[in-house]
């Protein structure tokens, strides 16, 4: 064998021995087996070797970088499987520690005013009926007193989709399917929690999907007094015992009359503050006295039969509640956000 060959062959094997990592393997490499590395090198000088000499020398070189990769893929798997083996030792699981415990989530605001609310009402007798999401014209609207042509459309601009179906655009949906099942023959105590959409640009105060919580009491001689007297009720349960309500003039065409309802601020107690804009009040809901005609409609005889119903946001109850100023923020899923309701 050419002196040359045995020198580069030697010199390569001594190297790989002293390889201990990747990084030194990847550099013998490039040295020895590379395109342009010592075994190339020498296969450059057939050029001058005498051409019956050529034969030889190309089989040595041959013999040389076939002995070199060798040893290389070798030393390779080596590496491998001691950097395999470190990285199970590492990750070596120990049976004797204890468990971890698993994360617990973070309360929704949304989800918390939704089932209080709901607790306060099941205390006072009443059933909770969730309704459909998907509804029909005649629910949505035409059991309502809100019939085509009624102005009160223009203030619910409605998704529609096929087959005359449509996303309710309010809850009270389900109290016109539940005086219905009871074809007048029963009084009613329900209120419905769910969500409802309606076509709006999204903002700070606007959502195309927000929740309603409504509620209905049909049954013989109900009075407004009676609705005062609930929400006054629901007031303090929701917002302290010191709380008042007030009801204005309203209008909505389910109810007849139809008031809005205010309750005294519980920041400032009533003397005036930034969250009730001076005014001692902020507003939580709407009701009313089921509109007789509604009632003929479902089946009650409004001879008979007499009722009430409401109508409260869960949002804007949250962002007073927690004052939280933006609505979008309770369907972000924003760990920073929903984390302060842990303990809630």
Not at 4 to 13: C, D, Q, R, S, V
Not at 53 to 64: C, I, L, P, R, T
Not at 116 to 128: C, H, K, N, P
Not at 313 to 326: P, T
Request: net charge negative; glycine share 8%.
């Amino acid at each position: 064998m050419d002196t040359a060959i045995e020198k580069t062959l030697a010199e390569g094997l001594a190297q790989l021995k002293e390889v201990k990592t990747q990084v030194e393997l990847d550099r013998f490499y490039a040295v020895y087996l590379a395109k342009k590395g010592a075994i190339a090198g020498l296969m450059g000088q057939m050029r001058s070797i005498p051409n019956e000499e050529k034969a030889a020398f190309g089989k040595a070189v041959n013999e040389a970088k076939s002995q070199l990769t060798n040893e290389y893929e070798n030393k390779k798997q080596a590496l491998e499987e001691e950097a395999l083996s470190a990285k199970l030792q590492a990750e070596q699981i120990d049976l004797s520690l204890p468990g971890r415990g698993a994360g617990v989530g973070h309360q929704n605001p949304f989800r918390l005013i939704i089932d209080e609310v709901t607790d306060i009402f099941l205390d006072m007798g009443y059933e909770v009926v969730s309704g459909r999401d998907v509804e029909t014209d005649l629910y949505n609207f035409e059991l309502l007193n809100v019939p085509a042509d009624h102005p009160a459309r223009d203030m619910q601009d409605t998704f529609y989709l096929k087959g005359g179906k449509l996303l309710r655009t309010q809850t009270s949906a389900a109290q016109a399917h539940v005086m219905l099942e009871r074809k007048g023959l029963t009084p009613i105590k329900m209120i419905s929690p769910g969500k409802t959409y309606r076509r709006d640009d999204d903002d700070m105060t606007h959502s195309h999907q927000f929740a309603q919580i409504e509620g209905l009491v049909v049954d013989k001689n109900i009075s407004l007094g009676n609705l005062k007297a609930t929400l006054e009720l629901f007031a303090k349960k929701m917002f302290g015992e010191k709380r008042e309500i007030r009801l204005r003039s309203s209008y909505f065409p389910f109810t007849e009359p139809s008031v809005e309802v205010d309750v005294s601020c519980f920041a400032c107690q009533g003397k005036g503050c930034s969250m009730c804009k001076g005014s001692g009040w902020i507003e939580i809901l709407g009701a009313g006295m089921v509109n007789p005609k509604v009632l003929k409609m479902c089946g009650y005889d409004p001879d008979v039969w007499s009722g009430f119903a409401f109508g409260v946001g869960v949002e804007r109850v949250a962002m007073l509640r927690y004052g939280i100023d933006d609505i979008r923020r309770f369907y972000a899923d924003d760990f920073r956000f929903l984390s302060p309701f842990y303990a809630k």
